[in-house]
């Protein structure tokens, strides 16, 4: 079992910035990606970010390329997402999600999730 620890959103104008942070413990050994997701009301889920555990890739949706860039520091099994030039359209309950299987690290089939953190920006 891994647990997952999301924390970091809050309120914050257009324009402004924020940086989410994801904590996992439990069995992390065997973690393949770890990613970050968002729901918005009334919408489904939506893959924003991911990364594998080893290696250096990064996947982005098309909707935060150039704005969001996500990192991990191994030794503090930890991920981050810092999210620039944020939008209002960025609102939404962001999750961080973890998985040990391998495949298509943009798809939503992760096996854990945290809790979710709230992320509204005003116009």
């Known amino acids: 079992q891994v647990q997952l620890v999301d924390s970091g959103g809050g309120l914050v104008q257009a324009g402004g910035s924020l940086r989410l942070s994801c904590a996992a413990s439990?069995?992390?050994?065997?973690?393949?990606?770890m990613g970050w997701f968002r729901q918005a009301p009334g919408k489904e889920r939506e893959f924003v970010a991911a990364i594998r555990w080893s290696g250096s890739y990064i996947a982005y949706a098309d909707s935060v390329k150039g704005r969001f860039t996500m990192s991990r520091d191994n030794a503090k099994n930890t991920v981050y997402l810092q999210m620039n030039s944020l939008k209002p359209e960025d609102t939404a309950v962001y999750y961080c999600?973890?998985?040990?299987?391998?495949?298509?690290?943009?798809?939503?089939?992760?096996?854990?999730w945290g809790q979710g953190t709230q992320v509204t920006v005003s116009s």
């Open positions: 439990g069995r992390t050994a065997t973690m393949y990606a």
């Open positions: 999600a973890a998985r040990d299987s391998i495949g298509v690290i943009t798809t939503r089939n992760y096996k854990y």
